[in-house]
Structure formats: C-alpha cells, structure tokens
C-alpha cells in the first residue's frame, strides 16, 4: 500500500455469525496534510453469488449436467495433458470408449426418466472402478470414456493393467439395475485404445477407441476389444474405396456386363445385368467388395439408377433388332433401392426416356426385402406390374422364406440360389429342396430359373428335375453388352 497507494484482489473473510464469506476488496491509502500515509479506506464487496454463477457456468462448459461427470470438452483437454504426461514420465495409458448395449430399447420401453436414471447409476459405477487419477467422462447419449494414466510403459503389462480395469468394468455395469421399481439389465461393448506419448493426436486416440468398440459390438457385445492398427488399415483402405467409388458413379468408370440366361436347350431366353467397376488403378473392383460399401454409404441409390436406366437403354435398342427382340433384362434391385420413395418414378422415367419395353424388364428382388414393410413392398410392385415391369424373386430359399407373402406378390419368377447348385452332389438334402422349389413354382404358376450352373453333371441333374431354365459359368460368363450382343448375333 505504502508502494503504490491502493491495492484490489479477493480476500476471504468470516462472517459475525462464523460462516466463511467471499469478497472483493478495493483498498485506498489516505494521505495526512504532510502527504505521510494516515489511514487506509477499505471498501469490501461481497461476491458469493457471482462467484457461485462463475463455477455454474464452468459447470454447464465442461460437465454433464446429467451424470456431473466430465463432458467431451474437458476430456479433451485432459486427454492432451494425459498424452503429454506420458511422454515427460515415460509411463503408458489406455483410452476406454463404453458404449451401453440397446439402451435405446430401455428409453423406448420404460421411458427417459428410466433411461436417466440407469446413466446416473453407470456413471457411479464407472467412478468406483478406476483411481482418482484416472478420468471418467460422458460424451454424450449412452457413450462413456475412461482415461487411465500412469500405467507401465511397458506394451505388454500395459494391455494387462487396461484389460484387468477393463474386465471390472464390464463386470460392474452387467450387475442388474434397479431403477425406480424395475429391474434392469444392461451390459456395455467395451474398445480399448493404450497410449504411451503424443505419438498419436487425441482425436485420433479416441478414434481408436471408438473404433475398437464397434469391433467389440460386431463380436456380440458384452465384450471388450482392443484396438489393432490392421483394423485402423482396413477402415483407412474401405474410406478410400467409398471415396474411389463416389468418383466412379460420377465420372463413368462403370460397365455393364451381361450374363445369358437360357432354356434346357440351351437356347437364350434373356440376361441379367451386372455391373462392373474397371479402376484405373485398382483395376478390375470385385462387386463383393463395392456393393456392400455403396449399400453402407447410400452410393447404392445412384448405382442403382445408373445400372437401371443402363438396361433400360439396352432394352430400348434391342426392340428394333430381330434377333435380340425376344430377351429379357434382369436388374437387382436392393432393399434401400426398392424401398426409395422415388424408386417408381425412377423405373417409370427409365423405360419412357428410352422406349424400351417394360415386358422385358424383370426385376430382381431378395426375400429379405420383405422384413421392412411386407404390405407397402407388395403395393410397390403392384404399382410397377400396372406399367408392365416382371419380377423375379432371387436367392430364393435362403432368406426371409414365407408362403404367406409369396402367395400375394405379383411374382413371374423364383430363381433357386446357387448355393443350393454347388452343393448338389454332396448334400442329398438340396436335391429335395431343388424339386420342392420347382413344385411350388409350378402349383403357383412361377417360371423357375437355377443359378450357378458349373458343371454338366449340374445340368443334367435339373434337367431330369424338371428345372426350364438355368444361368451360369457352364453357359457363358458376365460379357460386356457389345460382346454379347455380337453374341447373339452369331
């Protein structure tokens, strides 16, 4: 005060009645006549309730309101710490991610409030697992991460020390619940991602972690799993491959290939359309590689529209051709295709921009299309057989098989799979299954097609079964639409 004639700053007081206060206090030095230092004037501010509205908005910023557990903002902040520490002490780590199994059945079933309550409830077991050292936050949802510091640098006995909390903490948050007169169970998928330095960036620490979790959950849940850079490998080459294929619908590197379809004389009755992906530097990409992604991704409704309006022109120009005239076009639709709201106009618009017949255009549906929506899926195809479009049921057999629906939709075709083919000589028990389709079909008025055809012996065998029409290997490969068209007319 003497220094600089006045001073500000918190001070912390005690009230008359003996409880502690917070204050705020701006002190003055008072100068006598002589200019010498008199007094000092103290001004004092109580401050609790502003101070109270600081630490509620610290809160709100990085805590849960729900759990009061730390929220994803101040995890990363002490993940950046964690990651830090780490290199400087020379010690290891481990990123938890805990994911709860079908808690969104629990909030459907019970209510939120139940759902609430069990998310208070883990959060107070996952603090009871793990030091004080350690972190455990929310990020959101039924989401949870547990940061452990201060393990052995060692690679080995650090996957030791993170499985044995790990394996706790699966232990713990299996125990029942009881929440608010219910008894619940729950268990979490549990990815686990160690750390030992800034070698990896937070972000991607937890990514890691994210990742190995979704792994636990493919495993059957209620498992723990640790991250392995194979599965970050995979994930990494699978993004690529989403990105090469974006590029491929947009800019043409797609091709039709056709597959005969013919009768026991081997005469062709028609194809099946099949696109193929040649990349320029992949080159040739099998469809079980591209095909799951692009379903994954929504890709397929493009892919689709493309294949389509493709076969259509095919169609379109083969009508004016005597000896290509008479052949169907087989298309495989998939379930998130067939199940676009736009997937009717996509059809219609097809045939009427190419002029192509709609009789000859056959429609490849699985039996696992039905699961959705059985009603709405029949409607939809009730709405495309007004426009003259066929359907073919594929893979038939070896999905949703029931004869309730098979009965009601506007079928022409059932295709027996393939895998029913291949295993004709090994298994007695497909060649019942093969007659058995090729009565249905013929007591529900359905052509029957076999797929997969290899082998004369195959052949033969369905021919002697009463089998009309076959596709396969034995009769020709998929071939670009040109080559099968000079095909035909040779």
């Given at each position: 005060m003497q220094a600089h004639g006045e001073w500000s700053g918190e001070i912390g007081q005690r009230h008359r009645q003996g409880h502690a206060i917070e204050t705020e206090g701006r002190w003055t030095l008072v100068l006598d006549a002589r200019g010498q230092p008199e007094s000092i004037l103290e001004i004092n501010t109580d401050i609790r309730q502003r101070k109270a509205k600081d630490r509620e908005i610290q809160r709100l910023a990085f805590y849960d309101t729900l759990t009061g557990l730390p929220n994803r903002m101040l995890l990363l902040e002490r993940m950046r710490h964690a990651l830090a520490n780490a290199q400087r002490r020379r010690q290891g780590g481990a990123l938890l991610y805990i994911?709860?199994?079908?808690?969104?059945?629990?909030?459907?079933?019970?209510?939120h409030d139940k759902g609430d309550l069990l998310l208070q409830e883990v959060a107070r077991r996952?603090?009871?697992?793990?030091?004080?050292?350690?972190?455990?936050?929310?990020?959101?949802?039924?989401?949870?991460?547990?940061?452990?510091?201060?393990?052995?640098?060692?690679?080995?006995?650090?996957?030791?020390?993170?499985?044995?909390?790990?394996?706790?903490?699966?232990?713990?948050?299996?125990?029942?619940?009881?929440?608010?007169?219910?008894?619940?169970?729950?268990?979490?998928?549990?990815?686990?991602?160690?750390?030992?330095g800034p070698e990896t960036s937070v972000l991607e620490l937890l990514k890691q972690a994210d990742l190995a979790m979704y792994q636990a959950k493919s495993a059957g849940r209620s498992v723990l799993r640790f991250f392995d850079p194979q599965m970050q490998a995979v994930v990494t080459a699978r993004a690529a491959l989403e990105a090469d294929l974006r590029q491929a619908v947009a800019h043409g590197q797609l091709g039709l290939h056709l597959q005969p379809q013919v009768d026991r004389h081997a005469r062709i009755l028609g194809c099946?359309?099949?696109?193929?992906?040649?990349?320029p530097g992949r080159g040739m990409v099998s469809p079980a590689q591209f095909i799951p992604v692009a379903e994954e991704t929504g890709l397929i409704l493009p892919l689709g529209r493309w294949v389509l309006h493709s076969a259509c022109k095919l169609l379109g120009r083969w009508?004016?051709?005597?000896?290509?005239?008479?052949?169907?076009?087989?298309?495989?639709?998939?379930?998130?295709?067939?199940?676009?709201?736009?997937?009717?106009?996509?059809?219609?618009?097809?045939?009427?921009?190419?002029?192509?017949?709609?009789?000859?255009?056959?429609?490849?549906?699985?039996?696992?299309?039905?699961?959705?929506?059985?009603?709405?899926?029949?409607?939809?195809?009730?709405?495309?057989?007004?426009?003259?479009?066929?359907?073919?049921?594929?893979?038939?057999?070896?999905?949703?098989?029931?004869?309730?629906?098979?009965?009601?939709?506007?079928?022409?075709?059932?295709?027996i799979d393939q895998s029913f083919v291949r295993d004709l000589f090994s298994d007695p028990s497909d060649e019942a299954i093969i007659h058995t389709i090729l009565a249905l079909g013929q007591s529900l008025g359905l052509e029957v097609i076999a797929e997969g055809v290899e082998t004369t012996d195959q052949h033969l065998l369905l021919v002697r079964a009463g089998c009309p029409a076959f596709q396969g290997y034995l009769f020709g490969r998929p071939l670009p639409a040109e080559q099968f068209e000079r095909l035909l007319h040779h």
């Open positions: 994911d709860l199994d079908n808690f969104k059945t629990l909030n459907d079933t019970l209510g996952l603090n009871a697992c793990v030091r004080s050292v350690d972190t455990v936050a929310r990020l959101g949802g039924d989401e949870f991460v547990v940061m452990l510091e201060g393990l052995g640098a060692d690679p080995q006995s650090l996957a030791v020390d993170a499985r044995t909390v790990g394996e706790k903490v699966l232990t713990e948050l299996s125990q029942p619940y009881a929440l608010a007169g219910y008894h619940y169970r729950s268990t979490p998928s549990i990815g686990i991602a160690p750390f030992q099946e359309a099949l696109v193929r992906w040649s990349h009508k004016d051709d005597p000896r290509l005239a008479h052949l169907t076009m087989a298309v495989n639709v998939s379930p998130r295709q067939f199940h676009h709201e736009g997937f009717v106009d996509d059809v219609a618009r097809s045939l009427a921009v190419n002029e192509a017949p709609a009789e000859r255009l056959k429609l490849e549906l699985t039996e696992n299309l039905m699961v959705q929506d059985v009603d709405q899926a029949i409607a939809t195809m009730e709405t495309l057989r007004r426009l003259g479009v066929r359907f073919s049921l594929d893979d038939f057999g070896t999905g949703y098989s029931s004869l309730s629906y098979l009965k009601r939709m506007p079928l022409d075709q059932i295709k």
